[in-house]
């Protein structure tokens, strides 16, 4: 499964309501945000279980999500990215 990704497309909804204040969700936003950001990294969410081997934090203005259950996703430099989610990162 592979995508292809462009980190500089600019085709965000910009009406963003505030940050999130779980853990949990500070977690799936930073993978949201290492995804969408093409951060090398490992991504792994299952629920409330959330691994992140690399990547970043998210910006506090940082309005993407991820909106799956379950889902992986592997970022290798050079812009690779091969994940098994398709959805977007709007929130």
């Known amino acids: 499964m592979q995508t292809s990704h462009d980190p500089y497309s600019n085709n965000r909804k910009s009406s963003w309501k505030g940050s ?4 949990i969700c500070d977690r799936l936003s930073a993978i949201a ?17 959330k691994i992140r081997i690399g990547g970043s934090e998210a910006e506090e203005t ?11 996703a592997l970022v290798l430099p050079g812009y690779r990215i091969y994940s098994t989610y398709q959805g977007s990162y709007d929130p």
Do not use: V
């Open 20 to 23: 999130t204040s779980s853990p």
């Open 62 to 72: 940082y309005p993407g999500t991820i909106h799956s259950f379950a889902g992986m």
């Open 33 to 49: 945000y290492s995804m969408d950001a093409l951060i090398p990294g490992f991504y792994l969410w299952f629920g409330s279980l």
